[in-house]
């Protein structure tokens, strides 16, 4: 399935739930990722950002998309490329 990633989380913790997504999926911009994944690995990123997020502060929010065909991406102003984002 493909899914998109948002969350809003404490500055202490910014940094462990964006390296936890990045074993999962890919990085588009702050606090966004997106990208295929089985429902097993879903299961077990949500498991281990359970861990990491304060859930009286923080929130994430996982949109699954049953048909990626269904949506169209656009981008307004400079997309950041896969290199660009681990520079």
């Not at 429902?39 to 049953?66: A, F, H, M, N, P």
Request: with cysteine.
């Amino acid at each position: 399935m493909f899914v998109i990633v948002t969350y809003d989380v404490g500055e202490k913790r910014v940094h462990k739930v964006c390296k936890k997504l990045k074993q999962y999926l890919m990085w588009t911009q702050n606090s966004v990722f997106e990208g295929e994944i089985t429902k097993g690995k879903l299961v077990k990123c949500l498991t281990e950002l359970e861990k990491i997020i304060d859930k009286r502060e923080d929130s994430i929010y996982v949109y699954e998309v049953q048909n990626p065909k269904n949506i169209v991406k656009r981008v307004y102003g400079q997309e950041k490329s896969f290199e660009e984002m681990f520079l």
